[in-house]
């Protein structure tokens, strides 16, 4: 069912989440930060996405993985129950179901089959969840390819089935030791591996941040939920939109694809943050890890930890692109408490049989809360993983 | 062209001399001694001292840096202190601060540049600002009268370098192999590879720094390049204790080296 008609395309990007050009920026934000040694890798590989963006063959390839592999299109559910304790209407734009269980596989694929067509034999990755270190995982096995996956030593101890899941798929997860020993760190090991092993490894960056061009390119692979889910609403809505479209953000990359597809709409964007990683939330511009955004950090510049109960959210900045849609007033961003997000958690799976992960649970934690705000909307949510990953965390949590 | 600075002059006057270029590295506010670690070292023969402000997320560095760095900052180093402690230190030979752009990007560029100034400081390095995104920093940075060292790397293209080589002040630091900040146990041939490229393309002063471990290999890359950086070893004396003699010994044995040629 999947069509080239059904991958995004320039024209399907509205003007206001375009091309951020050869400088990657995304108003004030954005920007290629990085240490001089990646400079020249940072261009190739722009000039390489974008070669291959525009080759119907790799498009076309891309398409069919997706279609045959990760099992896309995903689907867009009608929660009639959940609909009916929150006093609107609710779709579910259905990542979860998509084959290693979240949103990250699109990205996954478009960027392994670039690495291939780079001649790359390696892929380095950072993960939070696992989520992305599993999907990343799955490509090296799909391809036969060297893996090898930082993740911070917190995150290693309460995400282990993911651990496990990486090591079955023949990757080396190496811990990230310092700081907060999260996401952030497992970032910066991953850079200082790509410095070293710049010639034949490529970085597989798992959300929609970092240095140019990659916020801009997982964006753009991410655009297929977007496309998808607009078309699978007009069908459910009349060929309308629905008033609200919504996602968790940590660095936004399942928000910016879902964002995207409605960006030239008059819907609401609402990305949903944690309260302790809420970074466009503090609004205070910072650079790290390879770009400009809004940034958690202290008064003289040094970063701060953030803290959450969701790995995959726990991270002090948030991609660009989000920095300059909140600063233009496009899209908003608000923020939920850990004990609001067990909540809509349980909230989910009680209503309508779907174990949520722990990161989508913040969006339905924040529906939860605004029913009253929202009574009478239609609002679309992307719900961007499974929940199998955190149920050990939450039989603790839960004290079962 | 700009004015040579004080950091450039200082080295070109060591090369015309007929001498090599020794700027050691060290990590500010590790230790209750790093002011006097600071005197050690110029004392031992430094022709500059780059300093490193601590930064929560060093990208560009080992272990042994990230563990000075994070000392550092428990014990409650801000830039901030590091600046006053420079200020007050009276250190005759030129100094850069080495240290990532966030730090200088909240302070506000030309606030942390006419800092700098302030504190006495003649130049700076941020390892994570690239030649494109130079732009507001160095003119700040240019207003305020402090040099901006830029680092080129082994995997810049040929038509790359002489660009680096134009906007960098001070001196243009050859990045010395592909890889982050540490002793190796051998000279890697990328080091010799950049600092034979960068001599063909500048008459600015090429140093060599990362990876750069020992006054044997000092020795070995400064048969091309204008001198060495050198870090990791340094503060690895730094971080075992070894105190301001100790690594003032260190310091004095690459001079010797260098100077023995
Ligand atoms: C299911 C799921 N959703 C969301 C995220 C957060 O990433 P992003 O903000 O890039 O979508 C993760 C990250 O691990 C995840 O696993």
């Known amino acids: 069912m999947l069509s080239e008609g059904t991958l995004p395309s320039e024209d399907a990007q509205s003007p206001i989440m375009g091309d951020p050009g050869a400088s990657g920026r995304f108003g004030q934000f954005g920007g290629q930060f990085v240490p001089e040694t990646l400079v020249p890798a940072c261009q190739e590989l722009e000039k390489a996405f974008r070669s291959a963006w525009a080759d119907q063959e790799f498009r076309s390839e891309l398409s069919t993985l997706l279609a045959d592999y990760a099992g896309r299109p995903s689907p867009v559910t009608e929660c009639h129950r959940l609909s009916e304790e929150l006093g609107y209407r609710v779709l579910l734009k259905r990542e979860d179901l998509n084959h290693t269980g979240s949103h990250k596989i699109n990205n996954v694929m478009g960027q392994a089959l670039l690495a291939k067509r780079m001649g790359k034999t390696r892929l380095i990755a950072e993960t939070g969840a696992g989520q992305h270190g599993v999907a990343t995982a799955t490509a090296a096995a799909l391809f036969g390819m060297e893996c090898r996956v930082?993740?911070?030593?917190?995150?290693?101890?309460?995400?282990?089935?993911?651990?496990?899941?990486?090591?079955?798929?023949?990757?080396?997860?190496?811990?990230?030791?310092?700081?907060?020993?999260?996401?952030?760190?497992?970032?910066?090991?991953?850079?200082?591996?790509?410095?070293?092993?710049?010639?034949?490894?490529?970085?597989?960056?798992?959300?929609?941040?970092?240095?140019?061009?990659?916020?801009?390119?997982?964006?753009?692979?991410?655009?297929?939920?977007?496309?998808?889910?607009?078309?699978?609403?007009?069908?459910?809505?009349?060929?309308?939109?629905?008033?609200?479209?919504?996602a968790c953000v940590g660095?936004?990359?399942?928000?910016?694809?879902?964002?995207?597809?409605?960006?030239?709409?008059?819907?609401?964007?609402?990305?949903?943050?944690?309260?302790?990683?809420?970074?466009?939330?503090?609004?205070?511009?910072?650079?790290?890890?390879?770009?400009?955004?809004?940034?958690?950090?202290?008064?003289?510049?040094?970063?701060?930890?953030?803290?959450?109960?969701?790995?995959?959210?726990?991270?002090?900045?948030?991609?660009?692109?989000?920095?300059?849609?909140?600063?233009?007033?496009?899209?908003?961003?608000?923020?939920?408490?850990?004990?609001?997000?067990?909540?809509?958690?349980?909230?989910?799976?009680?209503?309508?049989?779907?174990?949520?992960?722990?990161?989508?649970?913040?969006?339905?934690?924040?529906?939860?809360?605004?029913?009253?705000?929202?009574?009478?909307?239609?609002?679309?949510?992307?719900?961007?993983?499974?929940?199998?990953?955190?149920?050990?965390?939450?039989?603790?949590?839960?004290?079962? | 062209m700009s004015?040579?600075?004080?950091?450039?002059?200082?080295?070109?006057?060591?090369?015309e001399s007929g001498g090599k270029i020794l700027v050691p590295y060290i990590t500010g506010g590790l230790g209750d001694d790093w002011i006097e670690t600071l005197h050690a070292v110029a004392a031992a023969g430094a022709d500059g001292i780059e300093i490193g402000i601590p930064f929560s997320d060093p990208v560009m560095d080992g272990p042994t840096i990230q563990e000075a760095n994070d000392r550092a900052l428990s014990s409650g180093a801000t830039p901030q202190s590091i600046l006053a402690a420079v200020r007050e230190s009276d250190i005759e030979i030129p100094l850069a601060v080495m240290t990532y752009y966030n730090i200088a990007f909240r302070a506000g560029d030309t606030r942390f540049a006419t800092d700098l100034a302030d504190a006495g400081i003649s130049a700076c390095i941020l390892p994570d600002l690239p030649l494109e995104e130079t732009g507001s920093?160095?003119?700040?940075?240019?207003?305020?009268?402090?040099?901006?060292?830029?680092?080129?790397?082994?995997?810049?293209?040929?038509?790359?370098?002489?660009?680096?080589?134009?906007?960098?002040?001070?001196?243009?630091?050859?990045?010395?192999?592909?890889?982050?900040?540490?002793?190796?146990?051998?000279?890697?041939?990328?080091?010799?590879?950049?600092?034979?490229?960068?001599?063909?393309?500048?008459?600015?002063?090429?140093?060599?720094?990362?990876?750069?471990?020992?006054?044997?290999?000092?020795?070995?890359?400064?048969?091309?390049?204008?001198?060495?950086?050198?870090?990791?070893?340094?503060?690895?004396?730094?971080?075992?204790?070894?105190?301001?003699?100790?690594?003032?010994?260190?310091?004095?044995?690459?001079?010797?080296?260098l100077d023995a040629g």
């Not at chain 1, 964006?219 to 309308?240: K, P």
């Not at chain 1, 694809?257 to 511009?285: C, Q, W």
């Not at chain 1, 991609?319 to 007033?329: K, R």
């Open chain 2, 137 to 257: 920093w160095t003119d700040a940075a240019d207003a305020a009268g402090i040099e901006t060292i830029l680092l080129a790397a082994p995997t810049a293209p040929d038509e790359r370098l002489p660009r680096i080589c134009e906007r960098s002040r001070g001196f243009v630091y050859g990045v010395g192999l592909l890889g982050i900040t540490g002793v190796r146990s051998s000279l890697a041939t990328s080091a010799m590879d950049i600092a034979t490229r960068l001599k063909a393309v500048t008459d600015k002063p090429v140093l060599v720094g990362v990876g750069v471990g020992t006054p044997e290999q000092a020795v070995e890359v400064s048969t091309v390049a204008d001198g060495v950086v050198v870090g990791s070893a340094i503060v690895n004396r730094m971080l075992s204790n070894a105190g301001p003699e100790g690594v003032g010994e260190l310091v004095a044995e690459f001079r010797a080296a």
């Open chain 1, 150 to 246: 930082y993740m911070g030593e917190v995150d290693i101890e309460r995400q282990k089935l993911n651990v496990f899941r990486m090591n079955l798929l023949g990757a080396d997860v190496v811990p990230a030791m310092s700081g907060s020993r999260t996401l952030k760190d497992a970032v910066n090991e991953a850079m200082r591996d790509w410095v070293a092993k710049v010639e034949d490894s490529y970085y597989c960056l798992g959300s929609a941040m970092g240095p140019h061009p990659y916020p801009w390119m997982v964006r753009t692979f991410h655009e297929v939920i977007g496309i998808e889910a607009r078309e699978q609403c007009a069908r459910l809505l009349d060929g309308g939109v629905p008033d609200v479209v919504t």
């Open chain 1, 251 to 400: 660095g936004g990359s399942n928000a910016i694809g879902i964002f995207s597809g409605f960006a030239d709409t008059d819907a609401e964007l609402v990305g949903v943050e944690p309260a302790g990683g809420a970074a466009v939330g503090r609004k205070v511009p910072g650079v790290v890890h390879g770009s400009k955004s809004y940034l958690m950090q202290d008064e003289v510049g040094q970063v701060l930890e953030a803290e959450s109960i969701s790995a995959g959210l726990d991270y002090p900045g948030v991609g660009p692109e989000h920095a300059h849609l909140a600063d233009i007033g496009r899209a908003r961003y608000e923020s939920v408490t850990d004990d609001e997000v067990v909540e809509g958690f349980q909230l989910l799976a009680r209503t309508e049989g779907i174990i949520p992960a722990l990161e989508c649970a913040h969006a339905l934690a924040w529906m939860s809360r605004e029913r009253e705000s929202l009574a009478g909307k239609t609002v679309l949510m992307n719900l961007s993983g499974r929940g199998d990953k955190d149920v050990a965390q939450m039989m603790d949590v839960l004290g079962r």
């Open chain 2, 3 to 15: 004015e040579i600075g004080k950091f450039e002059h200082a080295l070109r006057a060591r090369r």
